[in-house]
């Protein structure tokens, strides 16, 4: 069967159809992505607040040997 052959409404409705099927994978992949954003978001955050616990601790503990 060739495209050419079909009726316009056939054609319409395959081409709207074919569309949001492309919508919805980019609307998936969006989702994923933002996902994997927020969580490299949240380690970016959270590390900074690690680091200064471990200085911390780190002079605790050498002030402790004293």
């Known amino acids: 069967m060739k495209w050419k052959s079909l009726r316009i409404r056939t054609q319409l409705i395959a081409a709207f159809l074919v569309t949001l099927l492309l919508v919805l994978v980019l609307g998936v992949v ?12 949240e380690t970016l955050y959270t590390h900074p ?3 200064r616990s471990a200085i911390a601790s780190l002079g605790l503990n050498l002030s ?3």
């Open 49 to 51: 607040m690690q680091v």
């Open 64 to 66: 402790t040997l004293q």
């Open 30 to 41: 969006a989702f994923t992505e933002n996902l994997r954003l927020s969580e490299t978001e």
